[in-house]
């Protein structure tokens, strides 16, 4: 039900992308991958050639978005998007100002808006596609210094509600997976930038523990199959328990 599928990534040079990007190619799906460092991707590009096309992009420059879909595609469409890509901020909020909220948003909300917009063109992708948004259950439930990130997931819930309605006339639907904390690359750094007790406490909010990229993957997976076919506008907790607590 997902073999077969052109599917987009965005953020698939590490963490849960590059995970999903994995899975995807192992499920038989082809693959067009975006992201920024070819050389963490390359074992994926020589294992499957014919299935994988990696585009080099800045998300930052909106214009240069009909790279992915005029010269990548070639004529064909698209069958799912997954935006993968985002950052995370650890700032007080006396540090914050507009630039760099602006810059947060950049990446995890208008990066997302104006990928759909193309994606959502008749001429890039088939009726019944499947749009997956990575958000968070800081979304949700917030999280002290955290302001600038929490707004952005957020805002990918009310993103992801208006637009499952507005594209259900061509059987697309528009998901959220909202992780709580999974052990990615940008996990880490957090980590590193953190006292011992904090990553302590963060650990015992995740009843379940916190999470690895397997645990996340096919879940998004399966909102991309056509299994998933009367979901839409929903927004589903990955967490370990963090948002039961």
Same mark, same amino acid.
């Given at each position: ?40 991707i ?26 992915i ?17 985002g950052?995370?901020?650890? $700032?007080?909020l ?5 630039? &760099?909220? +602006? /810059?947060?948003?950049?990446?995890? @909300?208008f990066s #997302? ?12 992708s ?8 990575l958000?968070?259950?800081m ?19 009310? $993103? ?7 594209? &259900?006339? +061509? /059987?697309?639907?528009v998901?959220? @997976?909202?992780? #709580?904390?999974v ?52 927004n589903?907790?990955?967490d370990g ?5």
């Amino acid at each position: 039900m997902i073999k077969g599928k052109k599917i987009l990534i965005t953020g698939a040079t590490s963490g849960i992308g590059l995970a999903l990007c994995e899975f995807l190619l192992n499920s038989d799906c082809d693959i067009i991958a975006v992201g920024r460092d070819e050389d963490k991707i390359n074992h994926l590009k020589d294992k499957f050639k014919e299935n994988f096309k990696f585009v080099s992009l800045d998300l930052n420059l909106f214009e240069d978005y009909k790279k992915i879909f005029d010269d990548s595609l070639a004529g064909k469409k698209l069958d799912g998007l997954v935006h993968c890509a985002g950052i995370e901020e650890t $700032l007080p909020l006396t540090l914050y100002n507009t630039q &760099s909220v +602006r /810059k947060i948003f950049d990446i995890n @909300v208008f990066s #997302g808006i104006e990928l759909l917009r193309y994606f959502s063109k008749q001429k890039y992708s088939n009726d019944g596609a499947s749009v997956v948004y990575l958000s968070s259950v800081m979304g949700e439930l917030g999280q002290s210094g955290k302001i600038g990130y929490c707004s952005t997931k957020a805002a990918i819930l009310g $993103l992801v509600k208006s637009s499952s309605l507005e594209l &259900s006339k +061509r /059987k697309f639907r528009v998901n959220a @997976v909202s992780p #709580g904390v999974v052990n990615t690359p940008m996990t880490q750094k957090l980590f590193s930038q953190i006292e011992d007790e904090n990553i302590k406490r963060i650990k015992e909010m995740h009843p379940l523990g916190i999470g690895e990229v397997e645990d996340v993957v096919p879940l998004i997976a399966f909102l991309l199959s056509d299994h998933s076919r009367w979901i839409t506008g929903q927004n589903i907790k990955i967490d370990g328990g963090y948002s039961t607590q």
